[in-house]
């Protein structure tokens, strides 16, 4: 529809009419108008799977690997695939916008949610993103890249001023959004929740009307993240599109006063609501109800689950190998470690999902291969979590009347939520469930005080609220949890008195061997094993939207594991278990490491497949690895004085590392090393691309990833830090050589100077297998 046809249809409404559209209607739908001719519409949290309009008890939903591993493929052809499945996701559970992808930056590795975003490189988000927000939108979903714009850190993420100079804003965190924008036009994008050099990214109106909406033209609708918006006028002002969530919010009546006072002209709400009905012609909720397809595979049919494990296993990236992989499969393995058993199929946080099953890397592994002998490892944990069981649920009003009685599929439940119509709010929640014989660890989750009582047993919890973050509790809620012995199947009973909004939930599990046992255990397996295979890694503790991390440390003693196993096996592989950067201070006593992200729901099967060399864990970094904690060239996540200053500029990363910014890292960006051998011929440039000849030198079929990295001349200014201006892979058969060819990004090759953009004309073109392994160069 043009311009002119949905100026009519704004035209036609009163000004309270159109203001009510411009905040959502409940946590994740918006509101229709018979008038204007549009129809509700729903969005859902992405970007690792499409949980739908609930976080608990929601439908079960195909749960993908995270984004860093399905980066570490490098594959843009990866990312829109995950698009197109993923609006197969949505639309066979009727929603419009998927929420994603996170295209913020790893910019420090203590960032609690890179797991969800993709890259320290902008580049590489930038066309990972693209990919996915055309994947997805090809097929009738909107995507919104978001967060807008500099939020790389969760601490205090609500109120902190992330203080970026201009270069580095342009260089670095806009050039992700830029890119996604002119190459793929998402039809919407996510406001921040932090400030921008003291101005809320909701207020924004230099990112927002200036640059995003005026110099890149971009057409789409711009909304708060979840209850960031903290004005009306200024919101509405500062290019803010609409409000999320509903029904309550800062515009309303106030955004209406401010029209009528003259802080906000009429013209400015009319354009935010053109920009929202755009959005539902795009995504088919304008004049008419969309047809949906019902002829989707489910999360759990064979297509389904193929497509899962092979975008899984192909990302994983092997950082070690003596030789001792791809694992012969007649080998007698002994695989150790609680995340074998419990395997971290995905983060925590809004990009959570209910999947169908998260299969772990012993059963993966068994299910490939026999000869596998299974030992528990370590604790991992440090907290409570919600058991995999159903519960049965009643609330509580104020007054003391049952207002719910509900069975929940599982064992947590959110609680006041806006679309929760009851008729009070929730004061108290009694859950229950009958919870097996035996040595069972037990207890509950949310904010308020428990009555918890067991096996004739009774105790009283206190649970405090541990974030003053508004999500914090929900997102990650506090616990408490005790080991008991019960004569036979015993009703678990949590009598809570509600402290806050909060997700609450039971624990009920068998407890598990104490890490001395479970050690002298691994490494008894391990001397009667040709091939130990150790799974260390995070949890949702450390991977987790709300929370930063503060180490980069395995938790728990997972690293002595490591050690007593490595000393007494014949082979040691270790899976790192993790989205984002660890420490690993056993990496000369083992003979191989695959990194293997959070792998979603085919995890364990993802894991056997790569190990076994099924599919070729042909992954490279998209992140550095620090060699110590503190040793990046940015760290701290901590703000101070509400202030987090980007004072590491445009030395992001490898960047960073590659200026001697800090300490050579354990693992560069780029570096992976598949089950290939490479060697690579004479690099020539003609234009834009970058040629080189590739050899497979190896017996095995592989995929090569050529990076190509700009050196400034010193000429370009002391201060331009070499940088990723193209890549490209490549399926090499055994033996076989092929010329490569790479196109350089011109949005890579320019620097941001005195307000405008100079291109970078001069320095050498790297040709590298990460920064640590260059392979040839060519003068610019
Ligand atoms: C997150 C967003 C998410 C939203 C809705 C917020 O806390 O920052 O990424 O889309 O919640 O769940």
């Keep these: 529809m ?21 905040t959502g209607a409940s946590m994740f739908t918006l509101r229709g108008d018979d008038d204007a001719g549009l129809e509700p519409m729903a969005f859902s949290d992405g970007p ?37 499945l993923l609006a197969e996701e949505a639309e066979r559970q009727q929603i419009h916008v998927v929420l994603g992808p ?4 790893h910019r420090t590795p203590l960032g609690g949610r890179l797991f969800e975003a993709y890259s320290e490189d902008p580049l590489l988000t930038g066309h990972l993103a693209a990919a996915y927000v055309t994947g997805m939108q090809a097929r009738g979903i909107g995507a919104c890249p978001k967060h807008l714009v500099a939020n790389e850190a969760e601490t205090d993420r609500h109120t902190v001023d992330s203080v970026v100079d201009d270069r580095t804003l342009r260089e670095l965190y806009l050039l992700p959004f830029e890119i996604a924008v002119e190459d793929s036009d998402p039809w919407t994008l996510m406001a921040a929740y932090n400030d921008v050099n003291g101005i809320a990214a909701t207020e924004q109106t230099t990112v927002n009307n200036e640059i995003l909406k005026g110099e890149w033209g971009w057409r789409g609708l711009l909304m708060s993240d979840w209850f960031a918006t903290k004005s009306a006028g200024p919101a509405a002002n500062g290019g803010l599109d609409l409000v999320m969530p509903g029904p309550l919010g800062p515009w309303g009546p106030a955004l209406v006063a401010a029209v009528e006072s003259g802080e906000v002209d009429e013209t400015v709400i009319d354009d935010h609501l053109r920009r929202l009905l755009l959005l539902a012609e795009r995504v088919g909720a304008l004049d008419a109800p969309r047809g949906w397809r019902t002829d989707l595979p489910e999360p759990t049919d064979d297509v389904r689950r193929e497509q899962l494990t092979r975008l899984a296993a192909q990302g994983m990236t092997v950082l070690a190998n003596d030789g ?23 983060g925590g946080g809004s990009a959570s999902v209910r999947a169908p099953h998260q299969v772990s890397v012993a059963d993966g592994l068994a299910a490939a291969m026999d000869g596998v002998t299974v030992v528990d490892g370590v604790a991992v944990r440090a907290r409570a979590r919600a058991g995999d069981f159903s519960m049965h649920v009643r609330l509580y009003g104020a007054s003391g009347a049952l207002i719910s009685d509900t069975v929940s599929g599982e064992a947590k439940v959110a609680v006041g939520m806006p679309e929760q119509e009851l008729a009070e709010p929730v004061a108290r929640l009694v859950l229950s469930a009958t919870v097996p014989g035996g040595a069972m660890r037990v207890g509950v989750l949310g904010v308020g005080s428990a009555t918890v009582t067991i096996g004739g047993a009774s105790y009283d919890v206190k649970l405090a609220s541990e974030s003053d973050d508004i999500g914090g509790d929900f997102l990650r809620p506090p616990g ?20 806050a909004l909060s997700r609450f939930g039971l624990v009920a599990e068998p ?45 728990g003693r997972q690293d002595e594991l490591v050690s007593a196993v490595a000393a007494a096996a014949r082979r040691t592989v270790v899976v790192v278990n993790a989205a984002t950067p660890v ?30 060399g099924d599919i070729e864990p042909a992954g490279r970094l998209v992140t550095s690895f620090p060699a110590a904690d503190g040793e990046s060239p940015a760290w701290d996540v901590v703000p101070t004085d509400g202030r987090l200053t980007y004072d590491e500029g445009v030395y992001v990363g490898y960047r960073g590392y590659a200026a001697r910014r800090a300490a050579p890292p354990a693992y560069w960006f780029g570096e992976g090393l598949g089950y290939g051998e490479w ?16 050899t497979n030198t190896s017996t095995r079929d592989s995929r090569e990833v050529v990076q190509v990295y700009l050196q400034p001349d010193p000429s370009e200014g002391d201060d331009q830090p070499v940088r990723l201006v193209g890549w490209s892979t490549v399926d090499v058969f055994a033996g076989s050589t092929h010329t490569v060819d790479v196109t350089i990004d011109a949005r890579a090759m320019r620097t941001w100077d005195d307000g405008a953009w100079r291109p970078l004309t001069s320095g050498r073109l790297l040709v590298a297998r990460g920064l640590g392994d260059i392979r040839g160069e060519v003068a610019l």
Aim: proline residues 5%; hydrophobic residues 45%.
């Design 2 to 22: 043009d311009d002119e046809r949905l100026d009519e249809r704004v035209a036609a409404l009163t000004l309270e009419r159109k203001v009510r559209l411009l």
């Design 324 to 346: 001792v992989l791809p694992l012969a499969r007649e080998a007698s393995v002994a695989l150790v470690g609680r995340l074998a058993l419990e395997t971290t199929c995905m």
């Design 48 to 84: 690792t799977g499409v949980r739908g309009l609930h976080f608990t008890d929601g439908p079960l939903t195909g749960l993908f690997p995270n984004a860093t591993l399905l980066a570490s493929s490098w594959r843009t052809e990866t990312a829109e695939e995950v698009g197109r």
């Design 480 to 499: 408490w949890q005790t080991d008991v012995v019960l004569d036979g199947p015993s009703e678990l009973v949590a009598d809570i008195t509600v402290g």
């Design 511 to 555: 407890t598990p061997p104490g890490d001395d046992a479970a050690i002298a255990a691994a490494v008894a397996a391990a001397r009667a094993a040709e091939v130990t295979v150790v799974v260390v890694g995070l949890t949702e503790e450390q991977e987790t939207e709300a929370f930063d991390k503060s180490t980069l440390a395995l938790p």
């Design 583 to 612: 420490l690993m201070p056993w990496r000369d006593e083992v003979d191989a490491i695959v990194w293997a992200g959070l792998p979603g729901q085919e995890g364990g099967h993802a894991v056997a497949a790569a190990l076994l």
């Design 679 to 694: 060697s690579y011929g004479e690099v020539t440039l003609a234009g834009s691309v970058v040629s080189v000849e590739v």
């Design 102 to 105: 996170t295209v913020n930056l």
